[in-house]
């Protein structure tokens, strides 16, 4: 099931501006989520960077995990922040490791 991670990097010295932008994105990600059958969770790094720098992580997933097409939408609807955020955004796909098989053999044979 693939999983997509967007991390980005929210400056202190820009945070209000990114706060002004973020209800127009949350409005069309959740027309985008509802539309794709895809969840999202918002986390944050525990600990701010250096200067007071904030690091969120958005998180996608879904019962058939996340549709390829999902991540372009995802850009353009993302678009509406890219003022706020001089570093951009950073996408990962992940999807489950093929060594997770090996991992309820191990736990069998060590009985």
């Known amino acids: ?13 820009k945070e209000a501006a990114f706060l002004s932008l973020w209800p127009g994105y949350v409005q069309a990600l959740q027309h985008l989520l509802a539309q794709h059958g895809v969840h999202w969770q918002l986390m944050e790094r525990e600990e701010r960077a250096a200067g ?5 992580m958005e998180v996608f997933h879904g019962e058939s995990g996340v549709p390829p097409e999902f991540a372009e939408a995802l850009r353009q609807c993302a678009q509406v922040l890219e003022p706020a955020l001089p570093e951009g955004r950073h996408e990962e796909v992940f999807v489950p490791c093929a060594w997770s098989a ?10």
């Open 1 to 13: 099931m693939r999983q997509l991670f967007v991390y980005y990097r929210v400056s202190h010295l």
């Open 102 to 111: 090996l991992q309820s053999t191990s736990t069998a044979d060590s009985r």
């Open 52 to 56: 007071g720098d904030r690091t969120v």
